[in-house]
């Protein structure tokens, strides 16, 4: 359903950054499981260049039952480039869900100015992609932009629409890199340590696919991935305290 998609932004990476491979903890780089007659499997890579720090993307393969494309990438500490977010979830052909943002790491106007307002033309050009659903785990004024494009969808859309869309987004993503000036203060680039782990800690304890993943390969197995691989900066016992 979304090989097309990984594919064509595994082509884009290789041919635009000099990328080298950033480990995956042990266990965590494939899994596999069978219930009943779903076989599943979970597949990540992950890399990292002098651009961007970690660029990682899982593919979940549950045949007819699920289809995912998930990925996040963070821009080296020294950028204060939004997160480049991908979320393309299939259930059963029939649902079928997608996410696609530059998640903004500040929400300042001239933040704003720069990083959000380019993404404008793409989106009102997939308008039926920016749907403005309600969210149920996240809010929608933290880490998402207001050009986000998140819809329920069918597969002829995603084929005939989103596959453009995500292309401009990605093309839109890698030109504000090229354009962005390197950070050179300390204080600058703490700032974006800071809040690239808040991030982190902010998307573990709201992740929705826990359930998925535990699912399919155990609640302990779920955990790891997500504190230990997908949002490795966040720590699980930060969960209590931010409720503060
Ligand atoms: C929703 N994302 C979801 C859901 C699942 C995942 C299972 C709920 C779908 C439903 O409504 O039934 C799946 N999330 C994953 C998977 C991974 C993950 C498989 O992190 C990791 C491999 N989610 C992201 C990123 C974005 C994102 C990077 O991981 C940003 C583009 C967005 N996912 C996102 C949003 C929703 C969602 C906005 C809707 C949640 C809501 O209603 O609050």
Redesign the pocket.
């Known amino acids: 359903m979304f090989a097309s998609f990984k594919e064509y932004l595994e082509e884009e990476l290789f041919s635009h950054f000099d990328l080298q491979s950033r480990p995956i903890p042990p266990g965590l780089e494939f899994n596999q499981s069978d219930r009943g007659k779903t076989h599943a499997t979970?597949q990540?890579w992950c890399y990292q260049c002098t651009q961007l720090r970690k660029i990682r993307y899982?593919y979940?393969d549950a045949g007819a039952m699920a289809q995912?494309f998930?990925?996040?990438i963070y821009p080296a500490h020294n950028y204060d480039l939004p997160?480049l977010?991908?979320?393309f979830?299939s259930?059963g052909k029939k649902?079928i869900?997608v996410?696609?943002?530059f998640?903004p790491l500040f929400r300042d106007r001239a933040y704003q100015e720069k990083y959000i307002e380019p993404m404008r033309t793409i989106r009102d050009k997939y308008n039926e992609l920016a749907q403005n659903?309600?969210?149920?785990?996240?809010?929608?004024n933290q880490?998402?932009s207001k050009y986000?494009l998140?819809a329920k969808t069918d597969q002829e859309t995603v084929v005939k629409r989103l596959f453009p869309a995500y292309q401009e987004y990605i093309q839109l993503y890698w030109q504000i890199l090229a354009d962005a000036e390197p950070l050179t203060k300390p204080e600058e680039i703490q700032r974006i340590v800071k809040t690239q782990k808040e991030y982190d800690q902010y998307?573990a304890d709201?992740?929705?696919?826990h359930?998925?993943?535990s699912s399919y390969f155990g609640e302990e197995w779920a955990s790891k991935?997500?504190y230990e691989f997908?949002?490795e900066d966040a720590s699980p016992l930060a969960v209590a305290s931010s409720h503060h």
């Open positions: 979970i990540s899982t979940i995912v998930n990925s996040v997160l977010g991908i979320d979830l259930f649902k869900l996410v696609l943002d998640q659903l309600e969210m149920k785990f996240y809010d929608a880490y998402f986000l998140f998307s709201r992740d929705p696919a359930g998925l993943f991935f997500l997908l949002f």
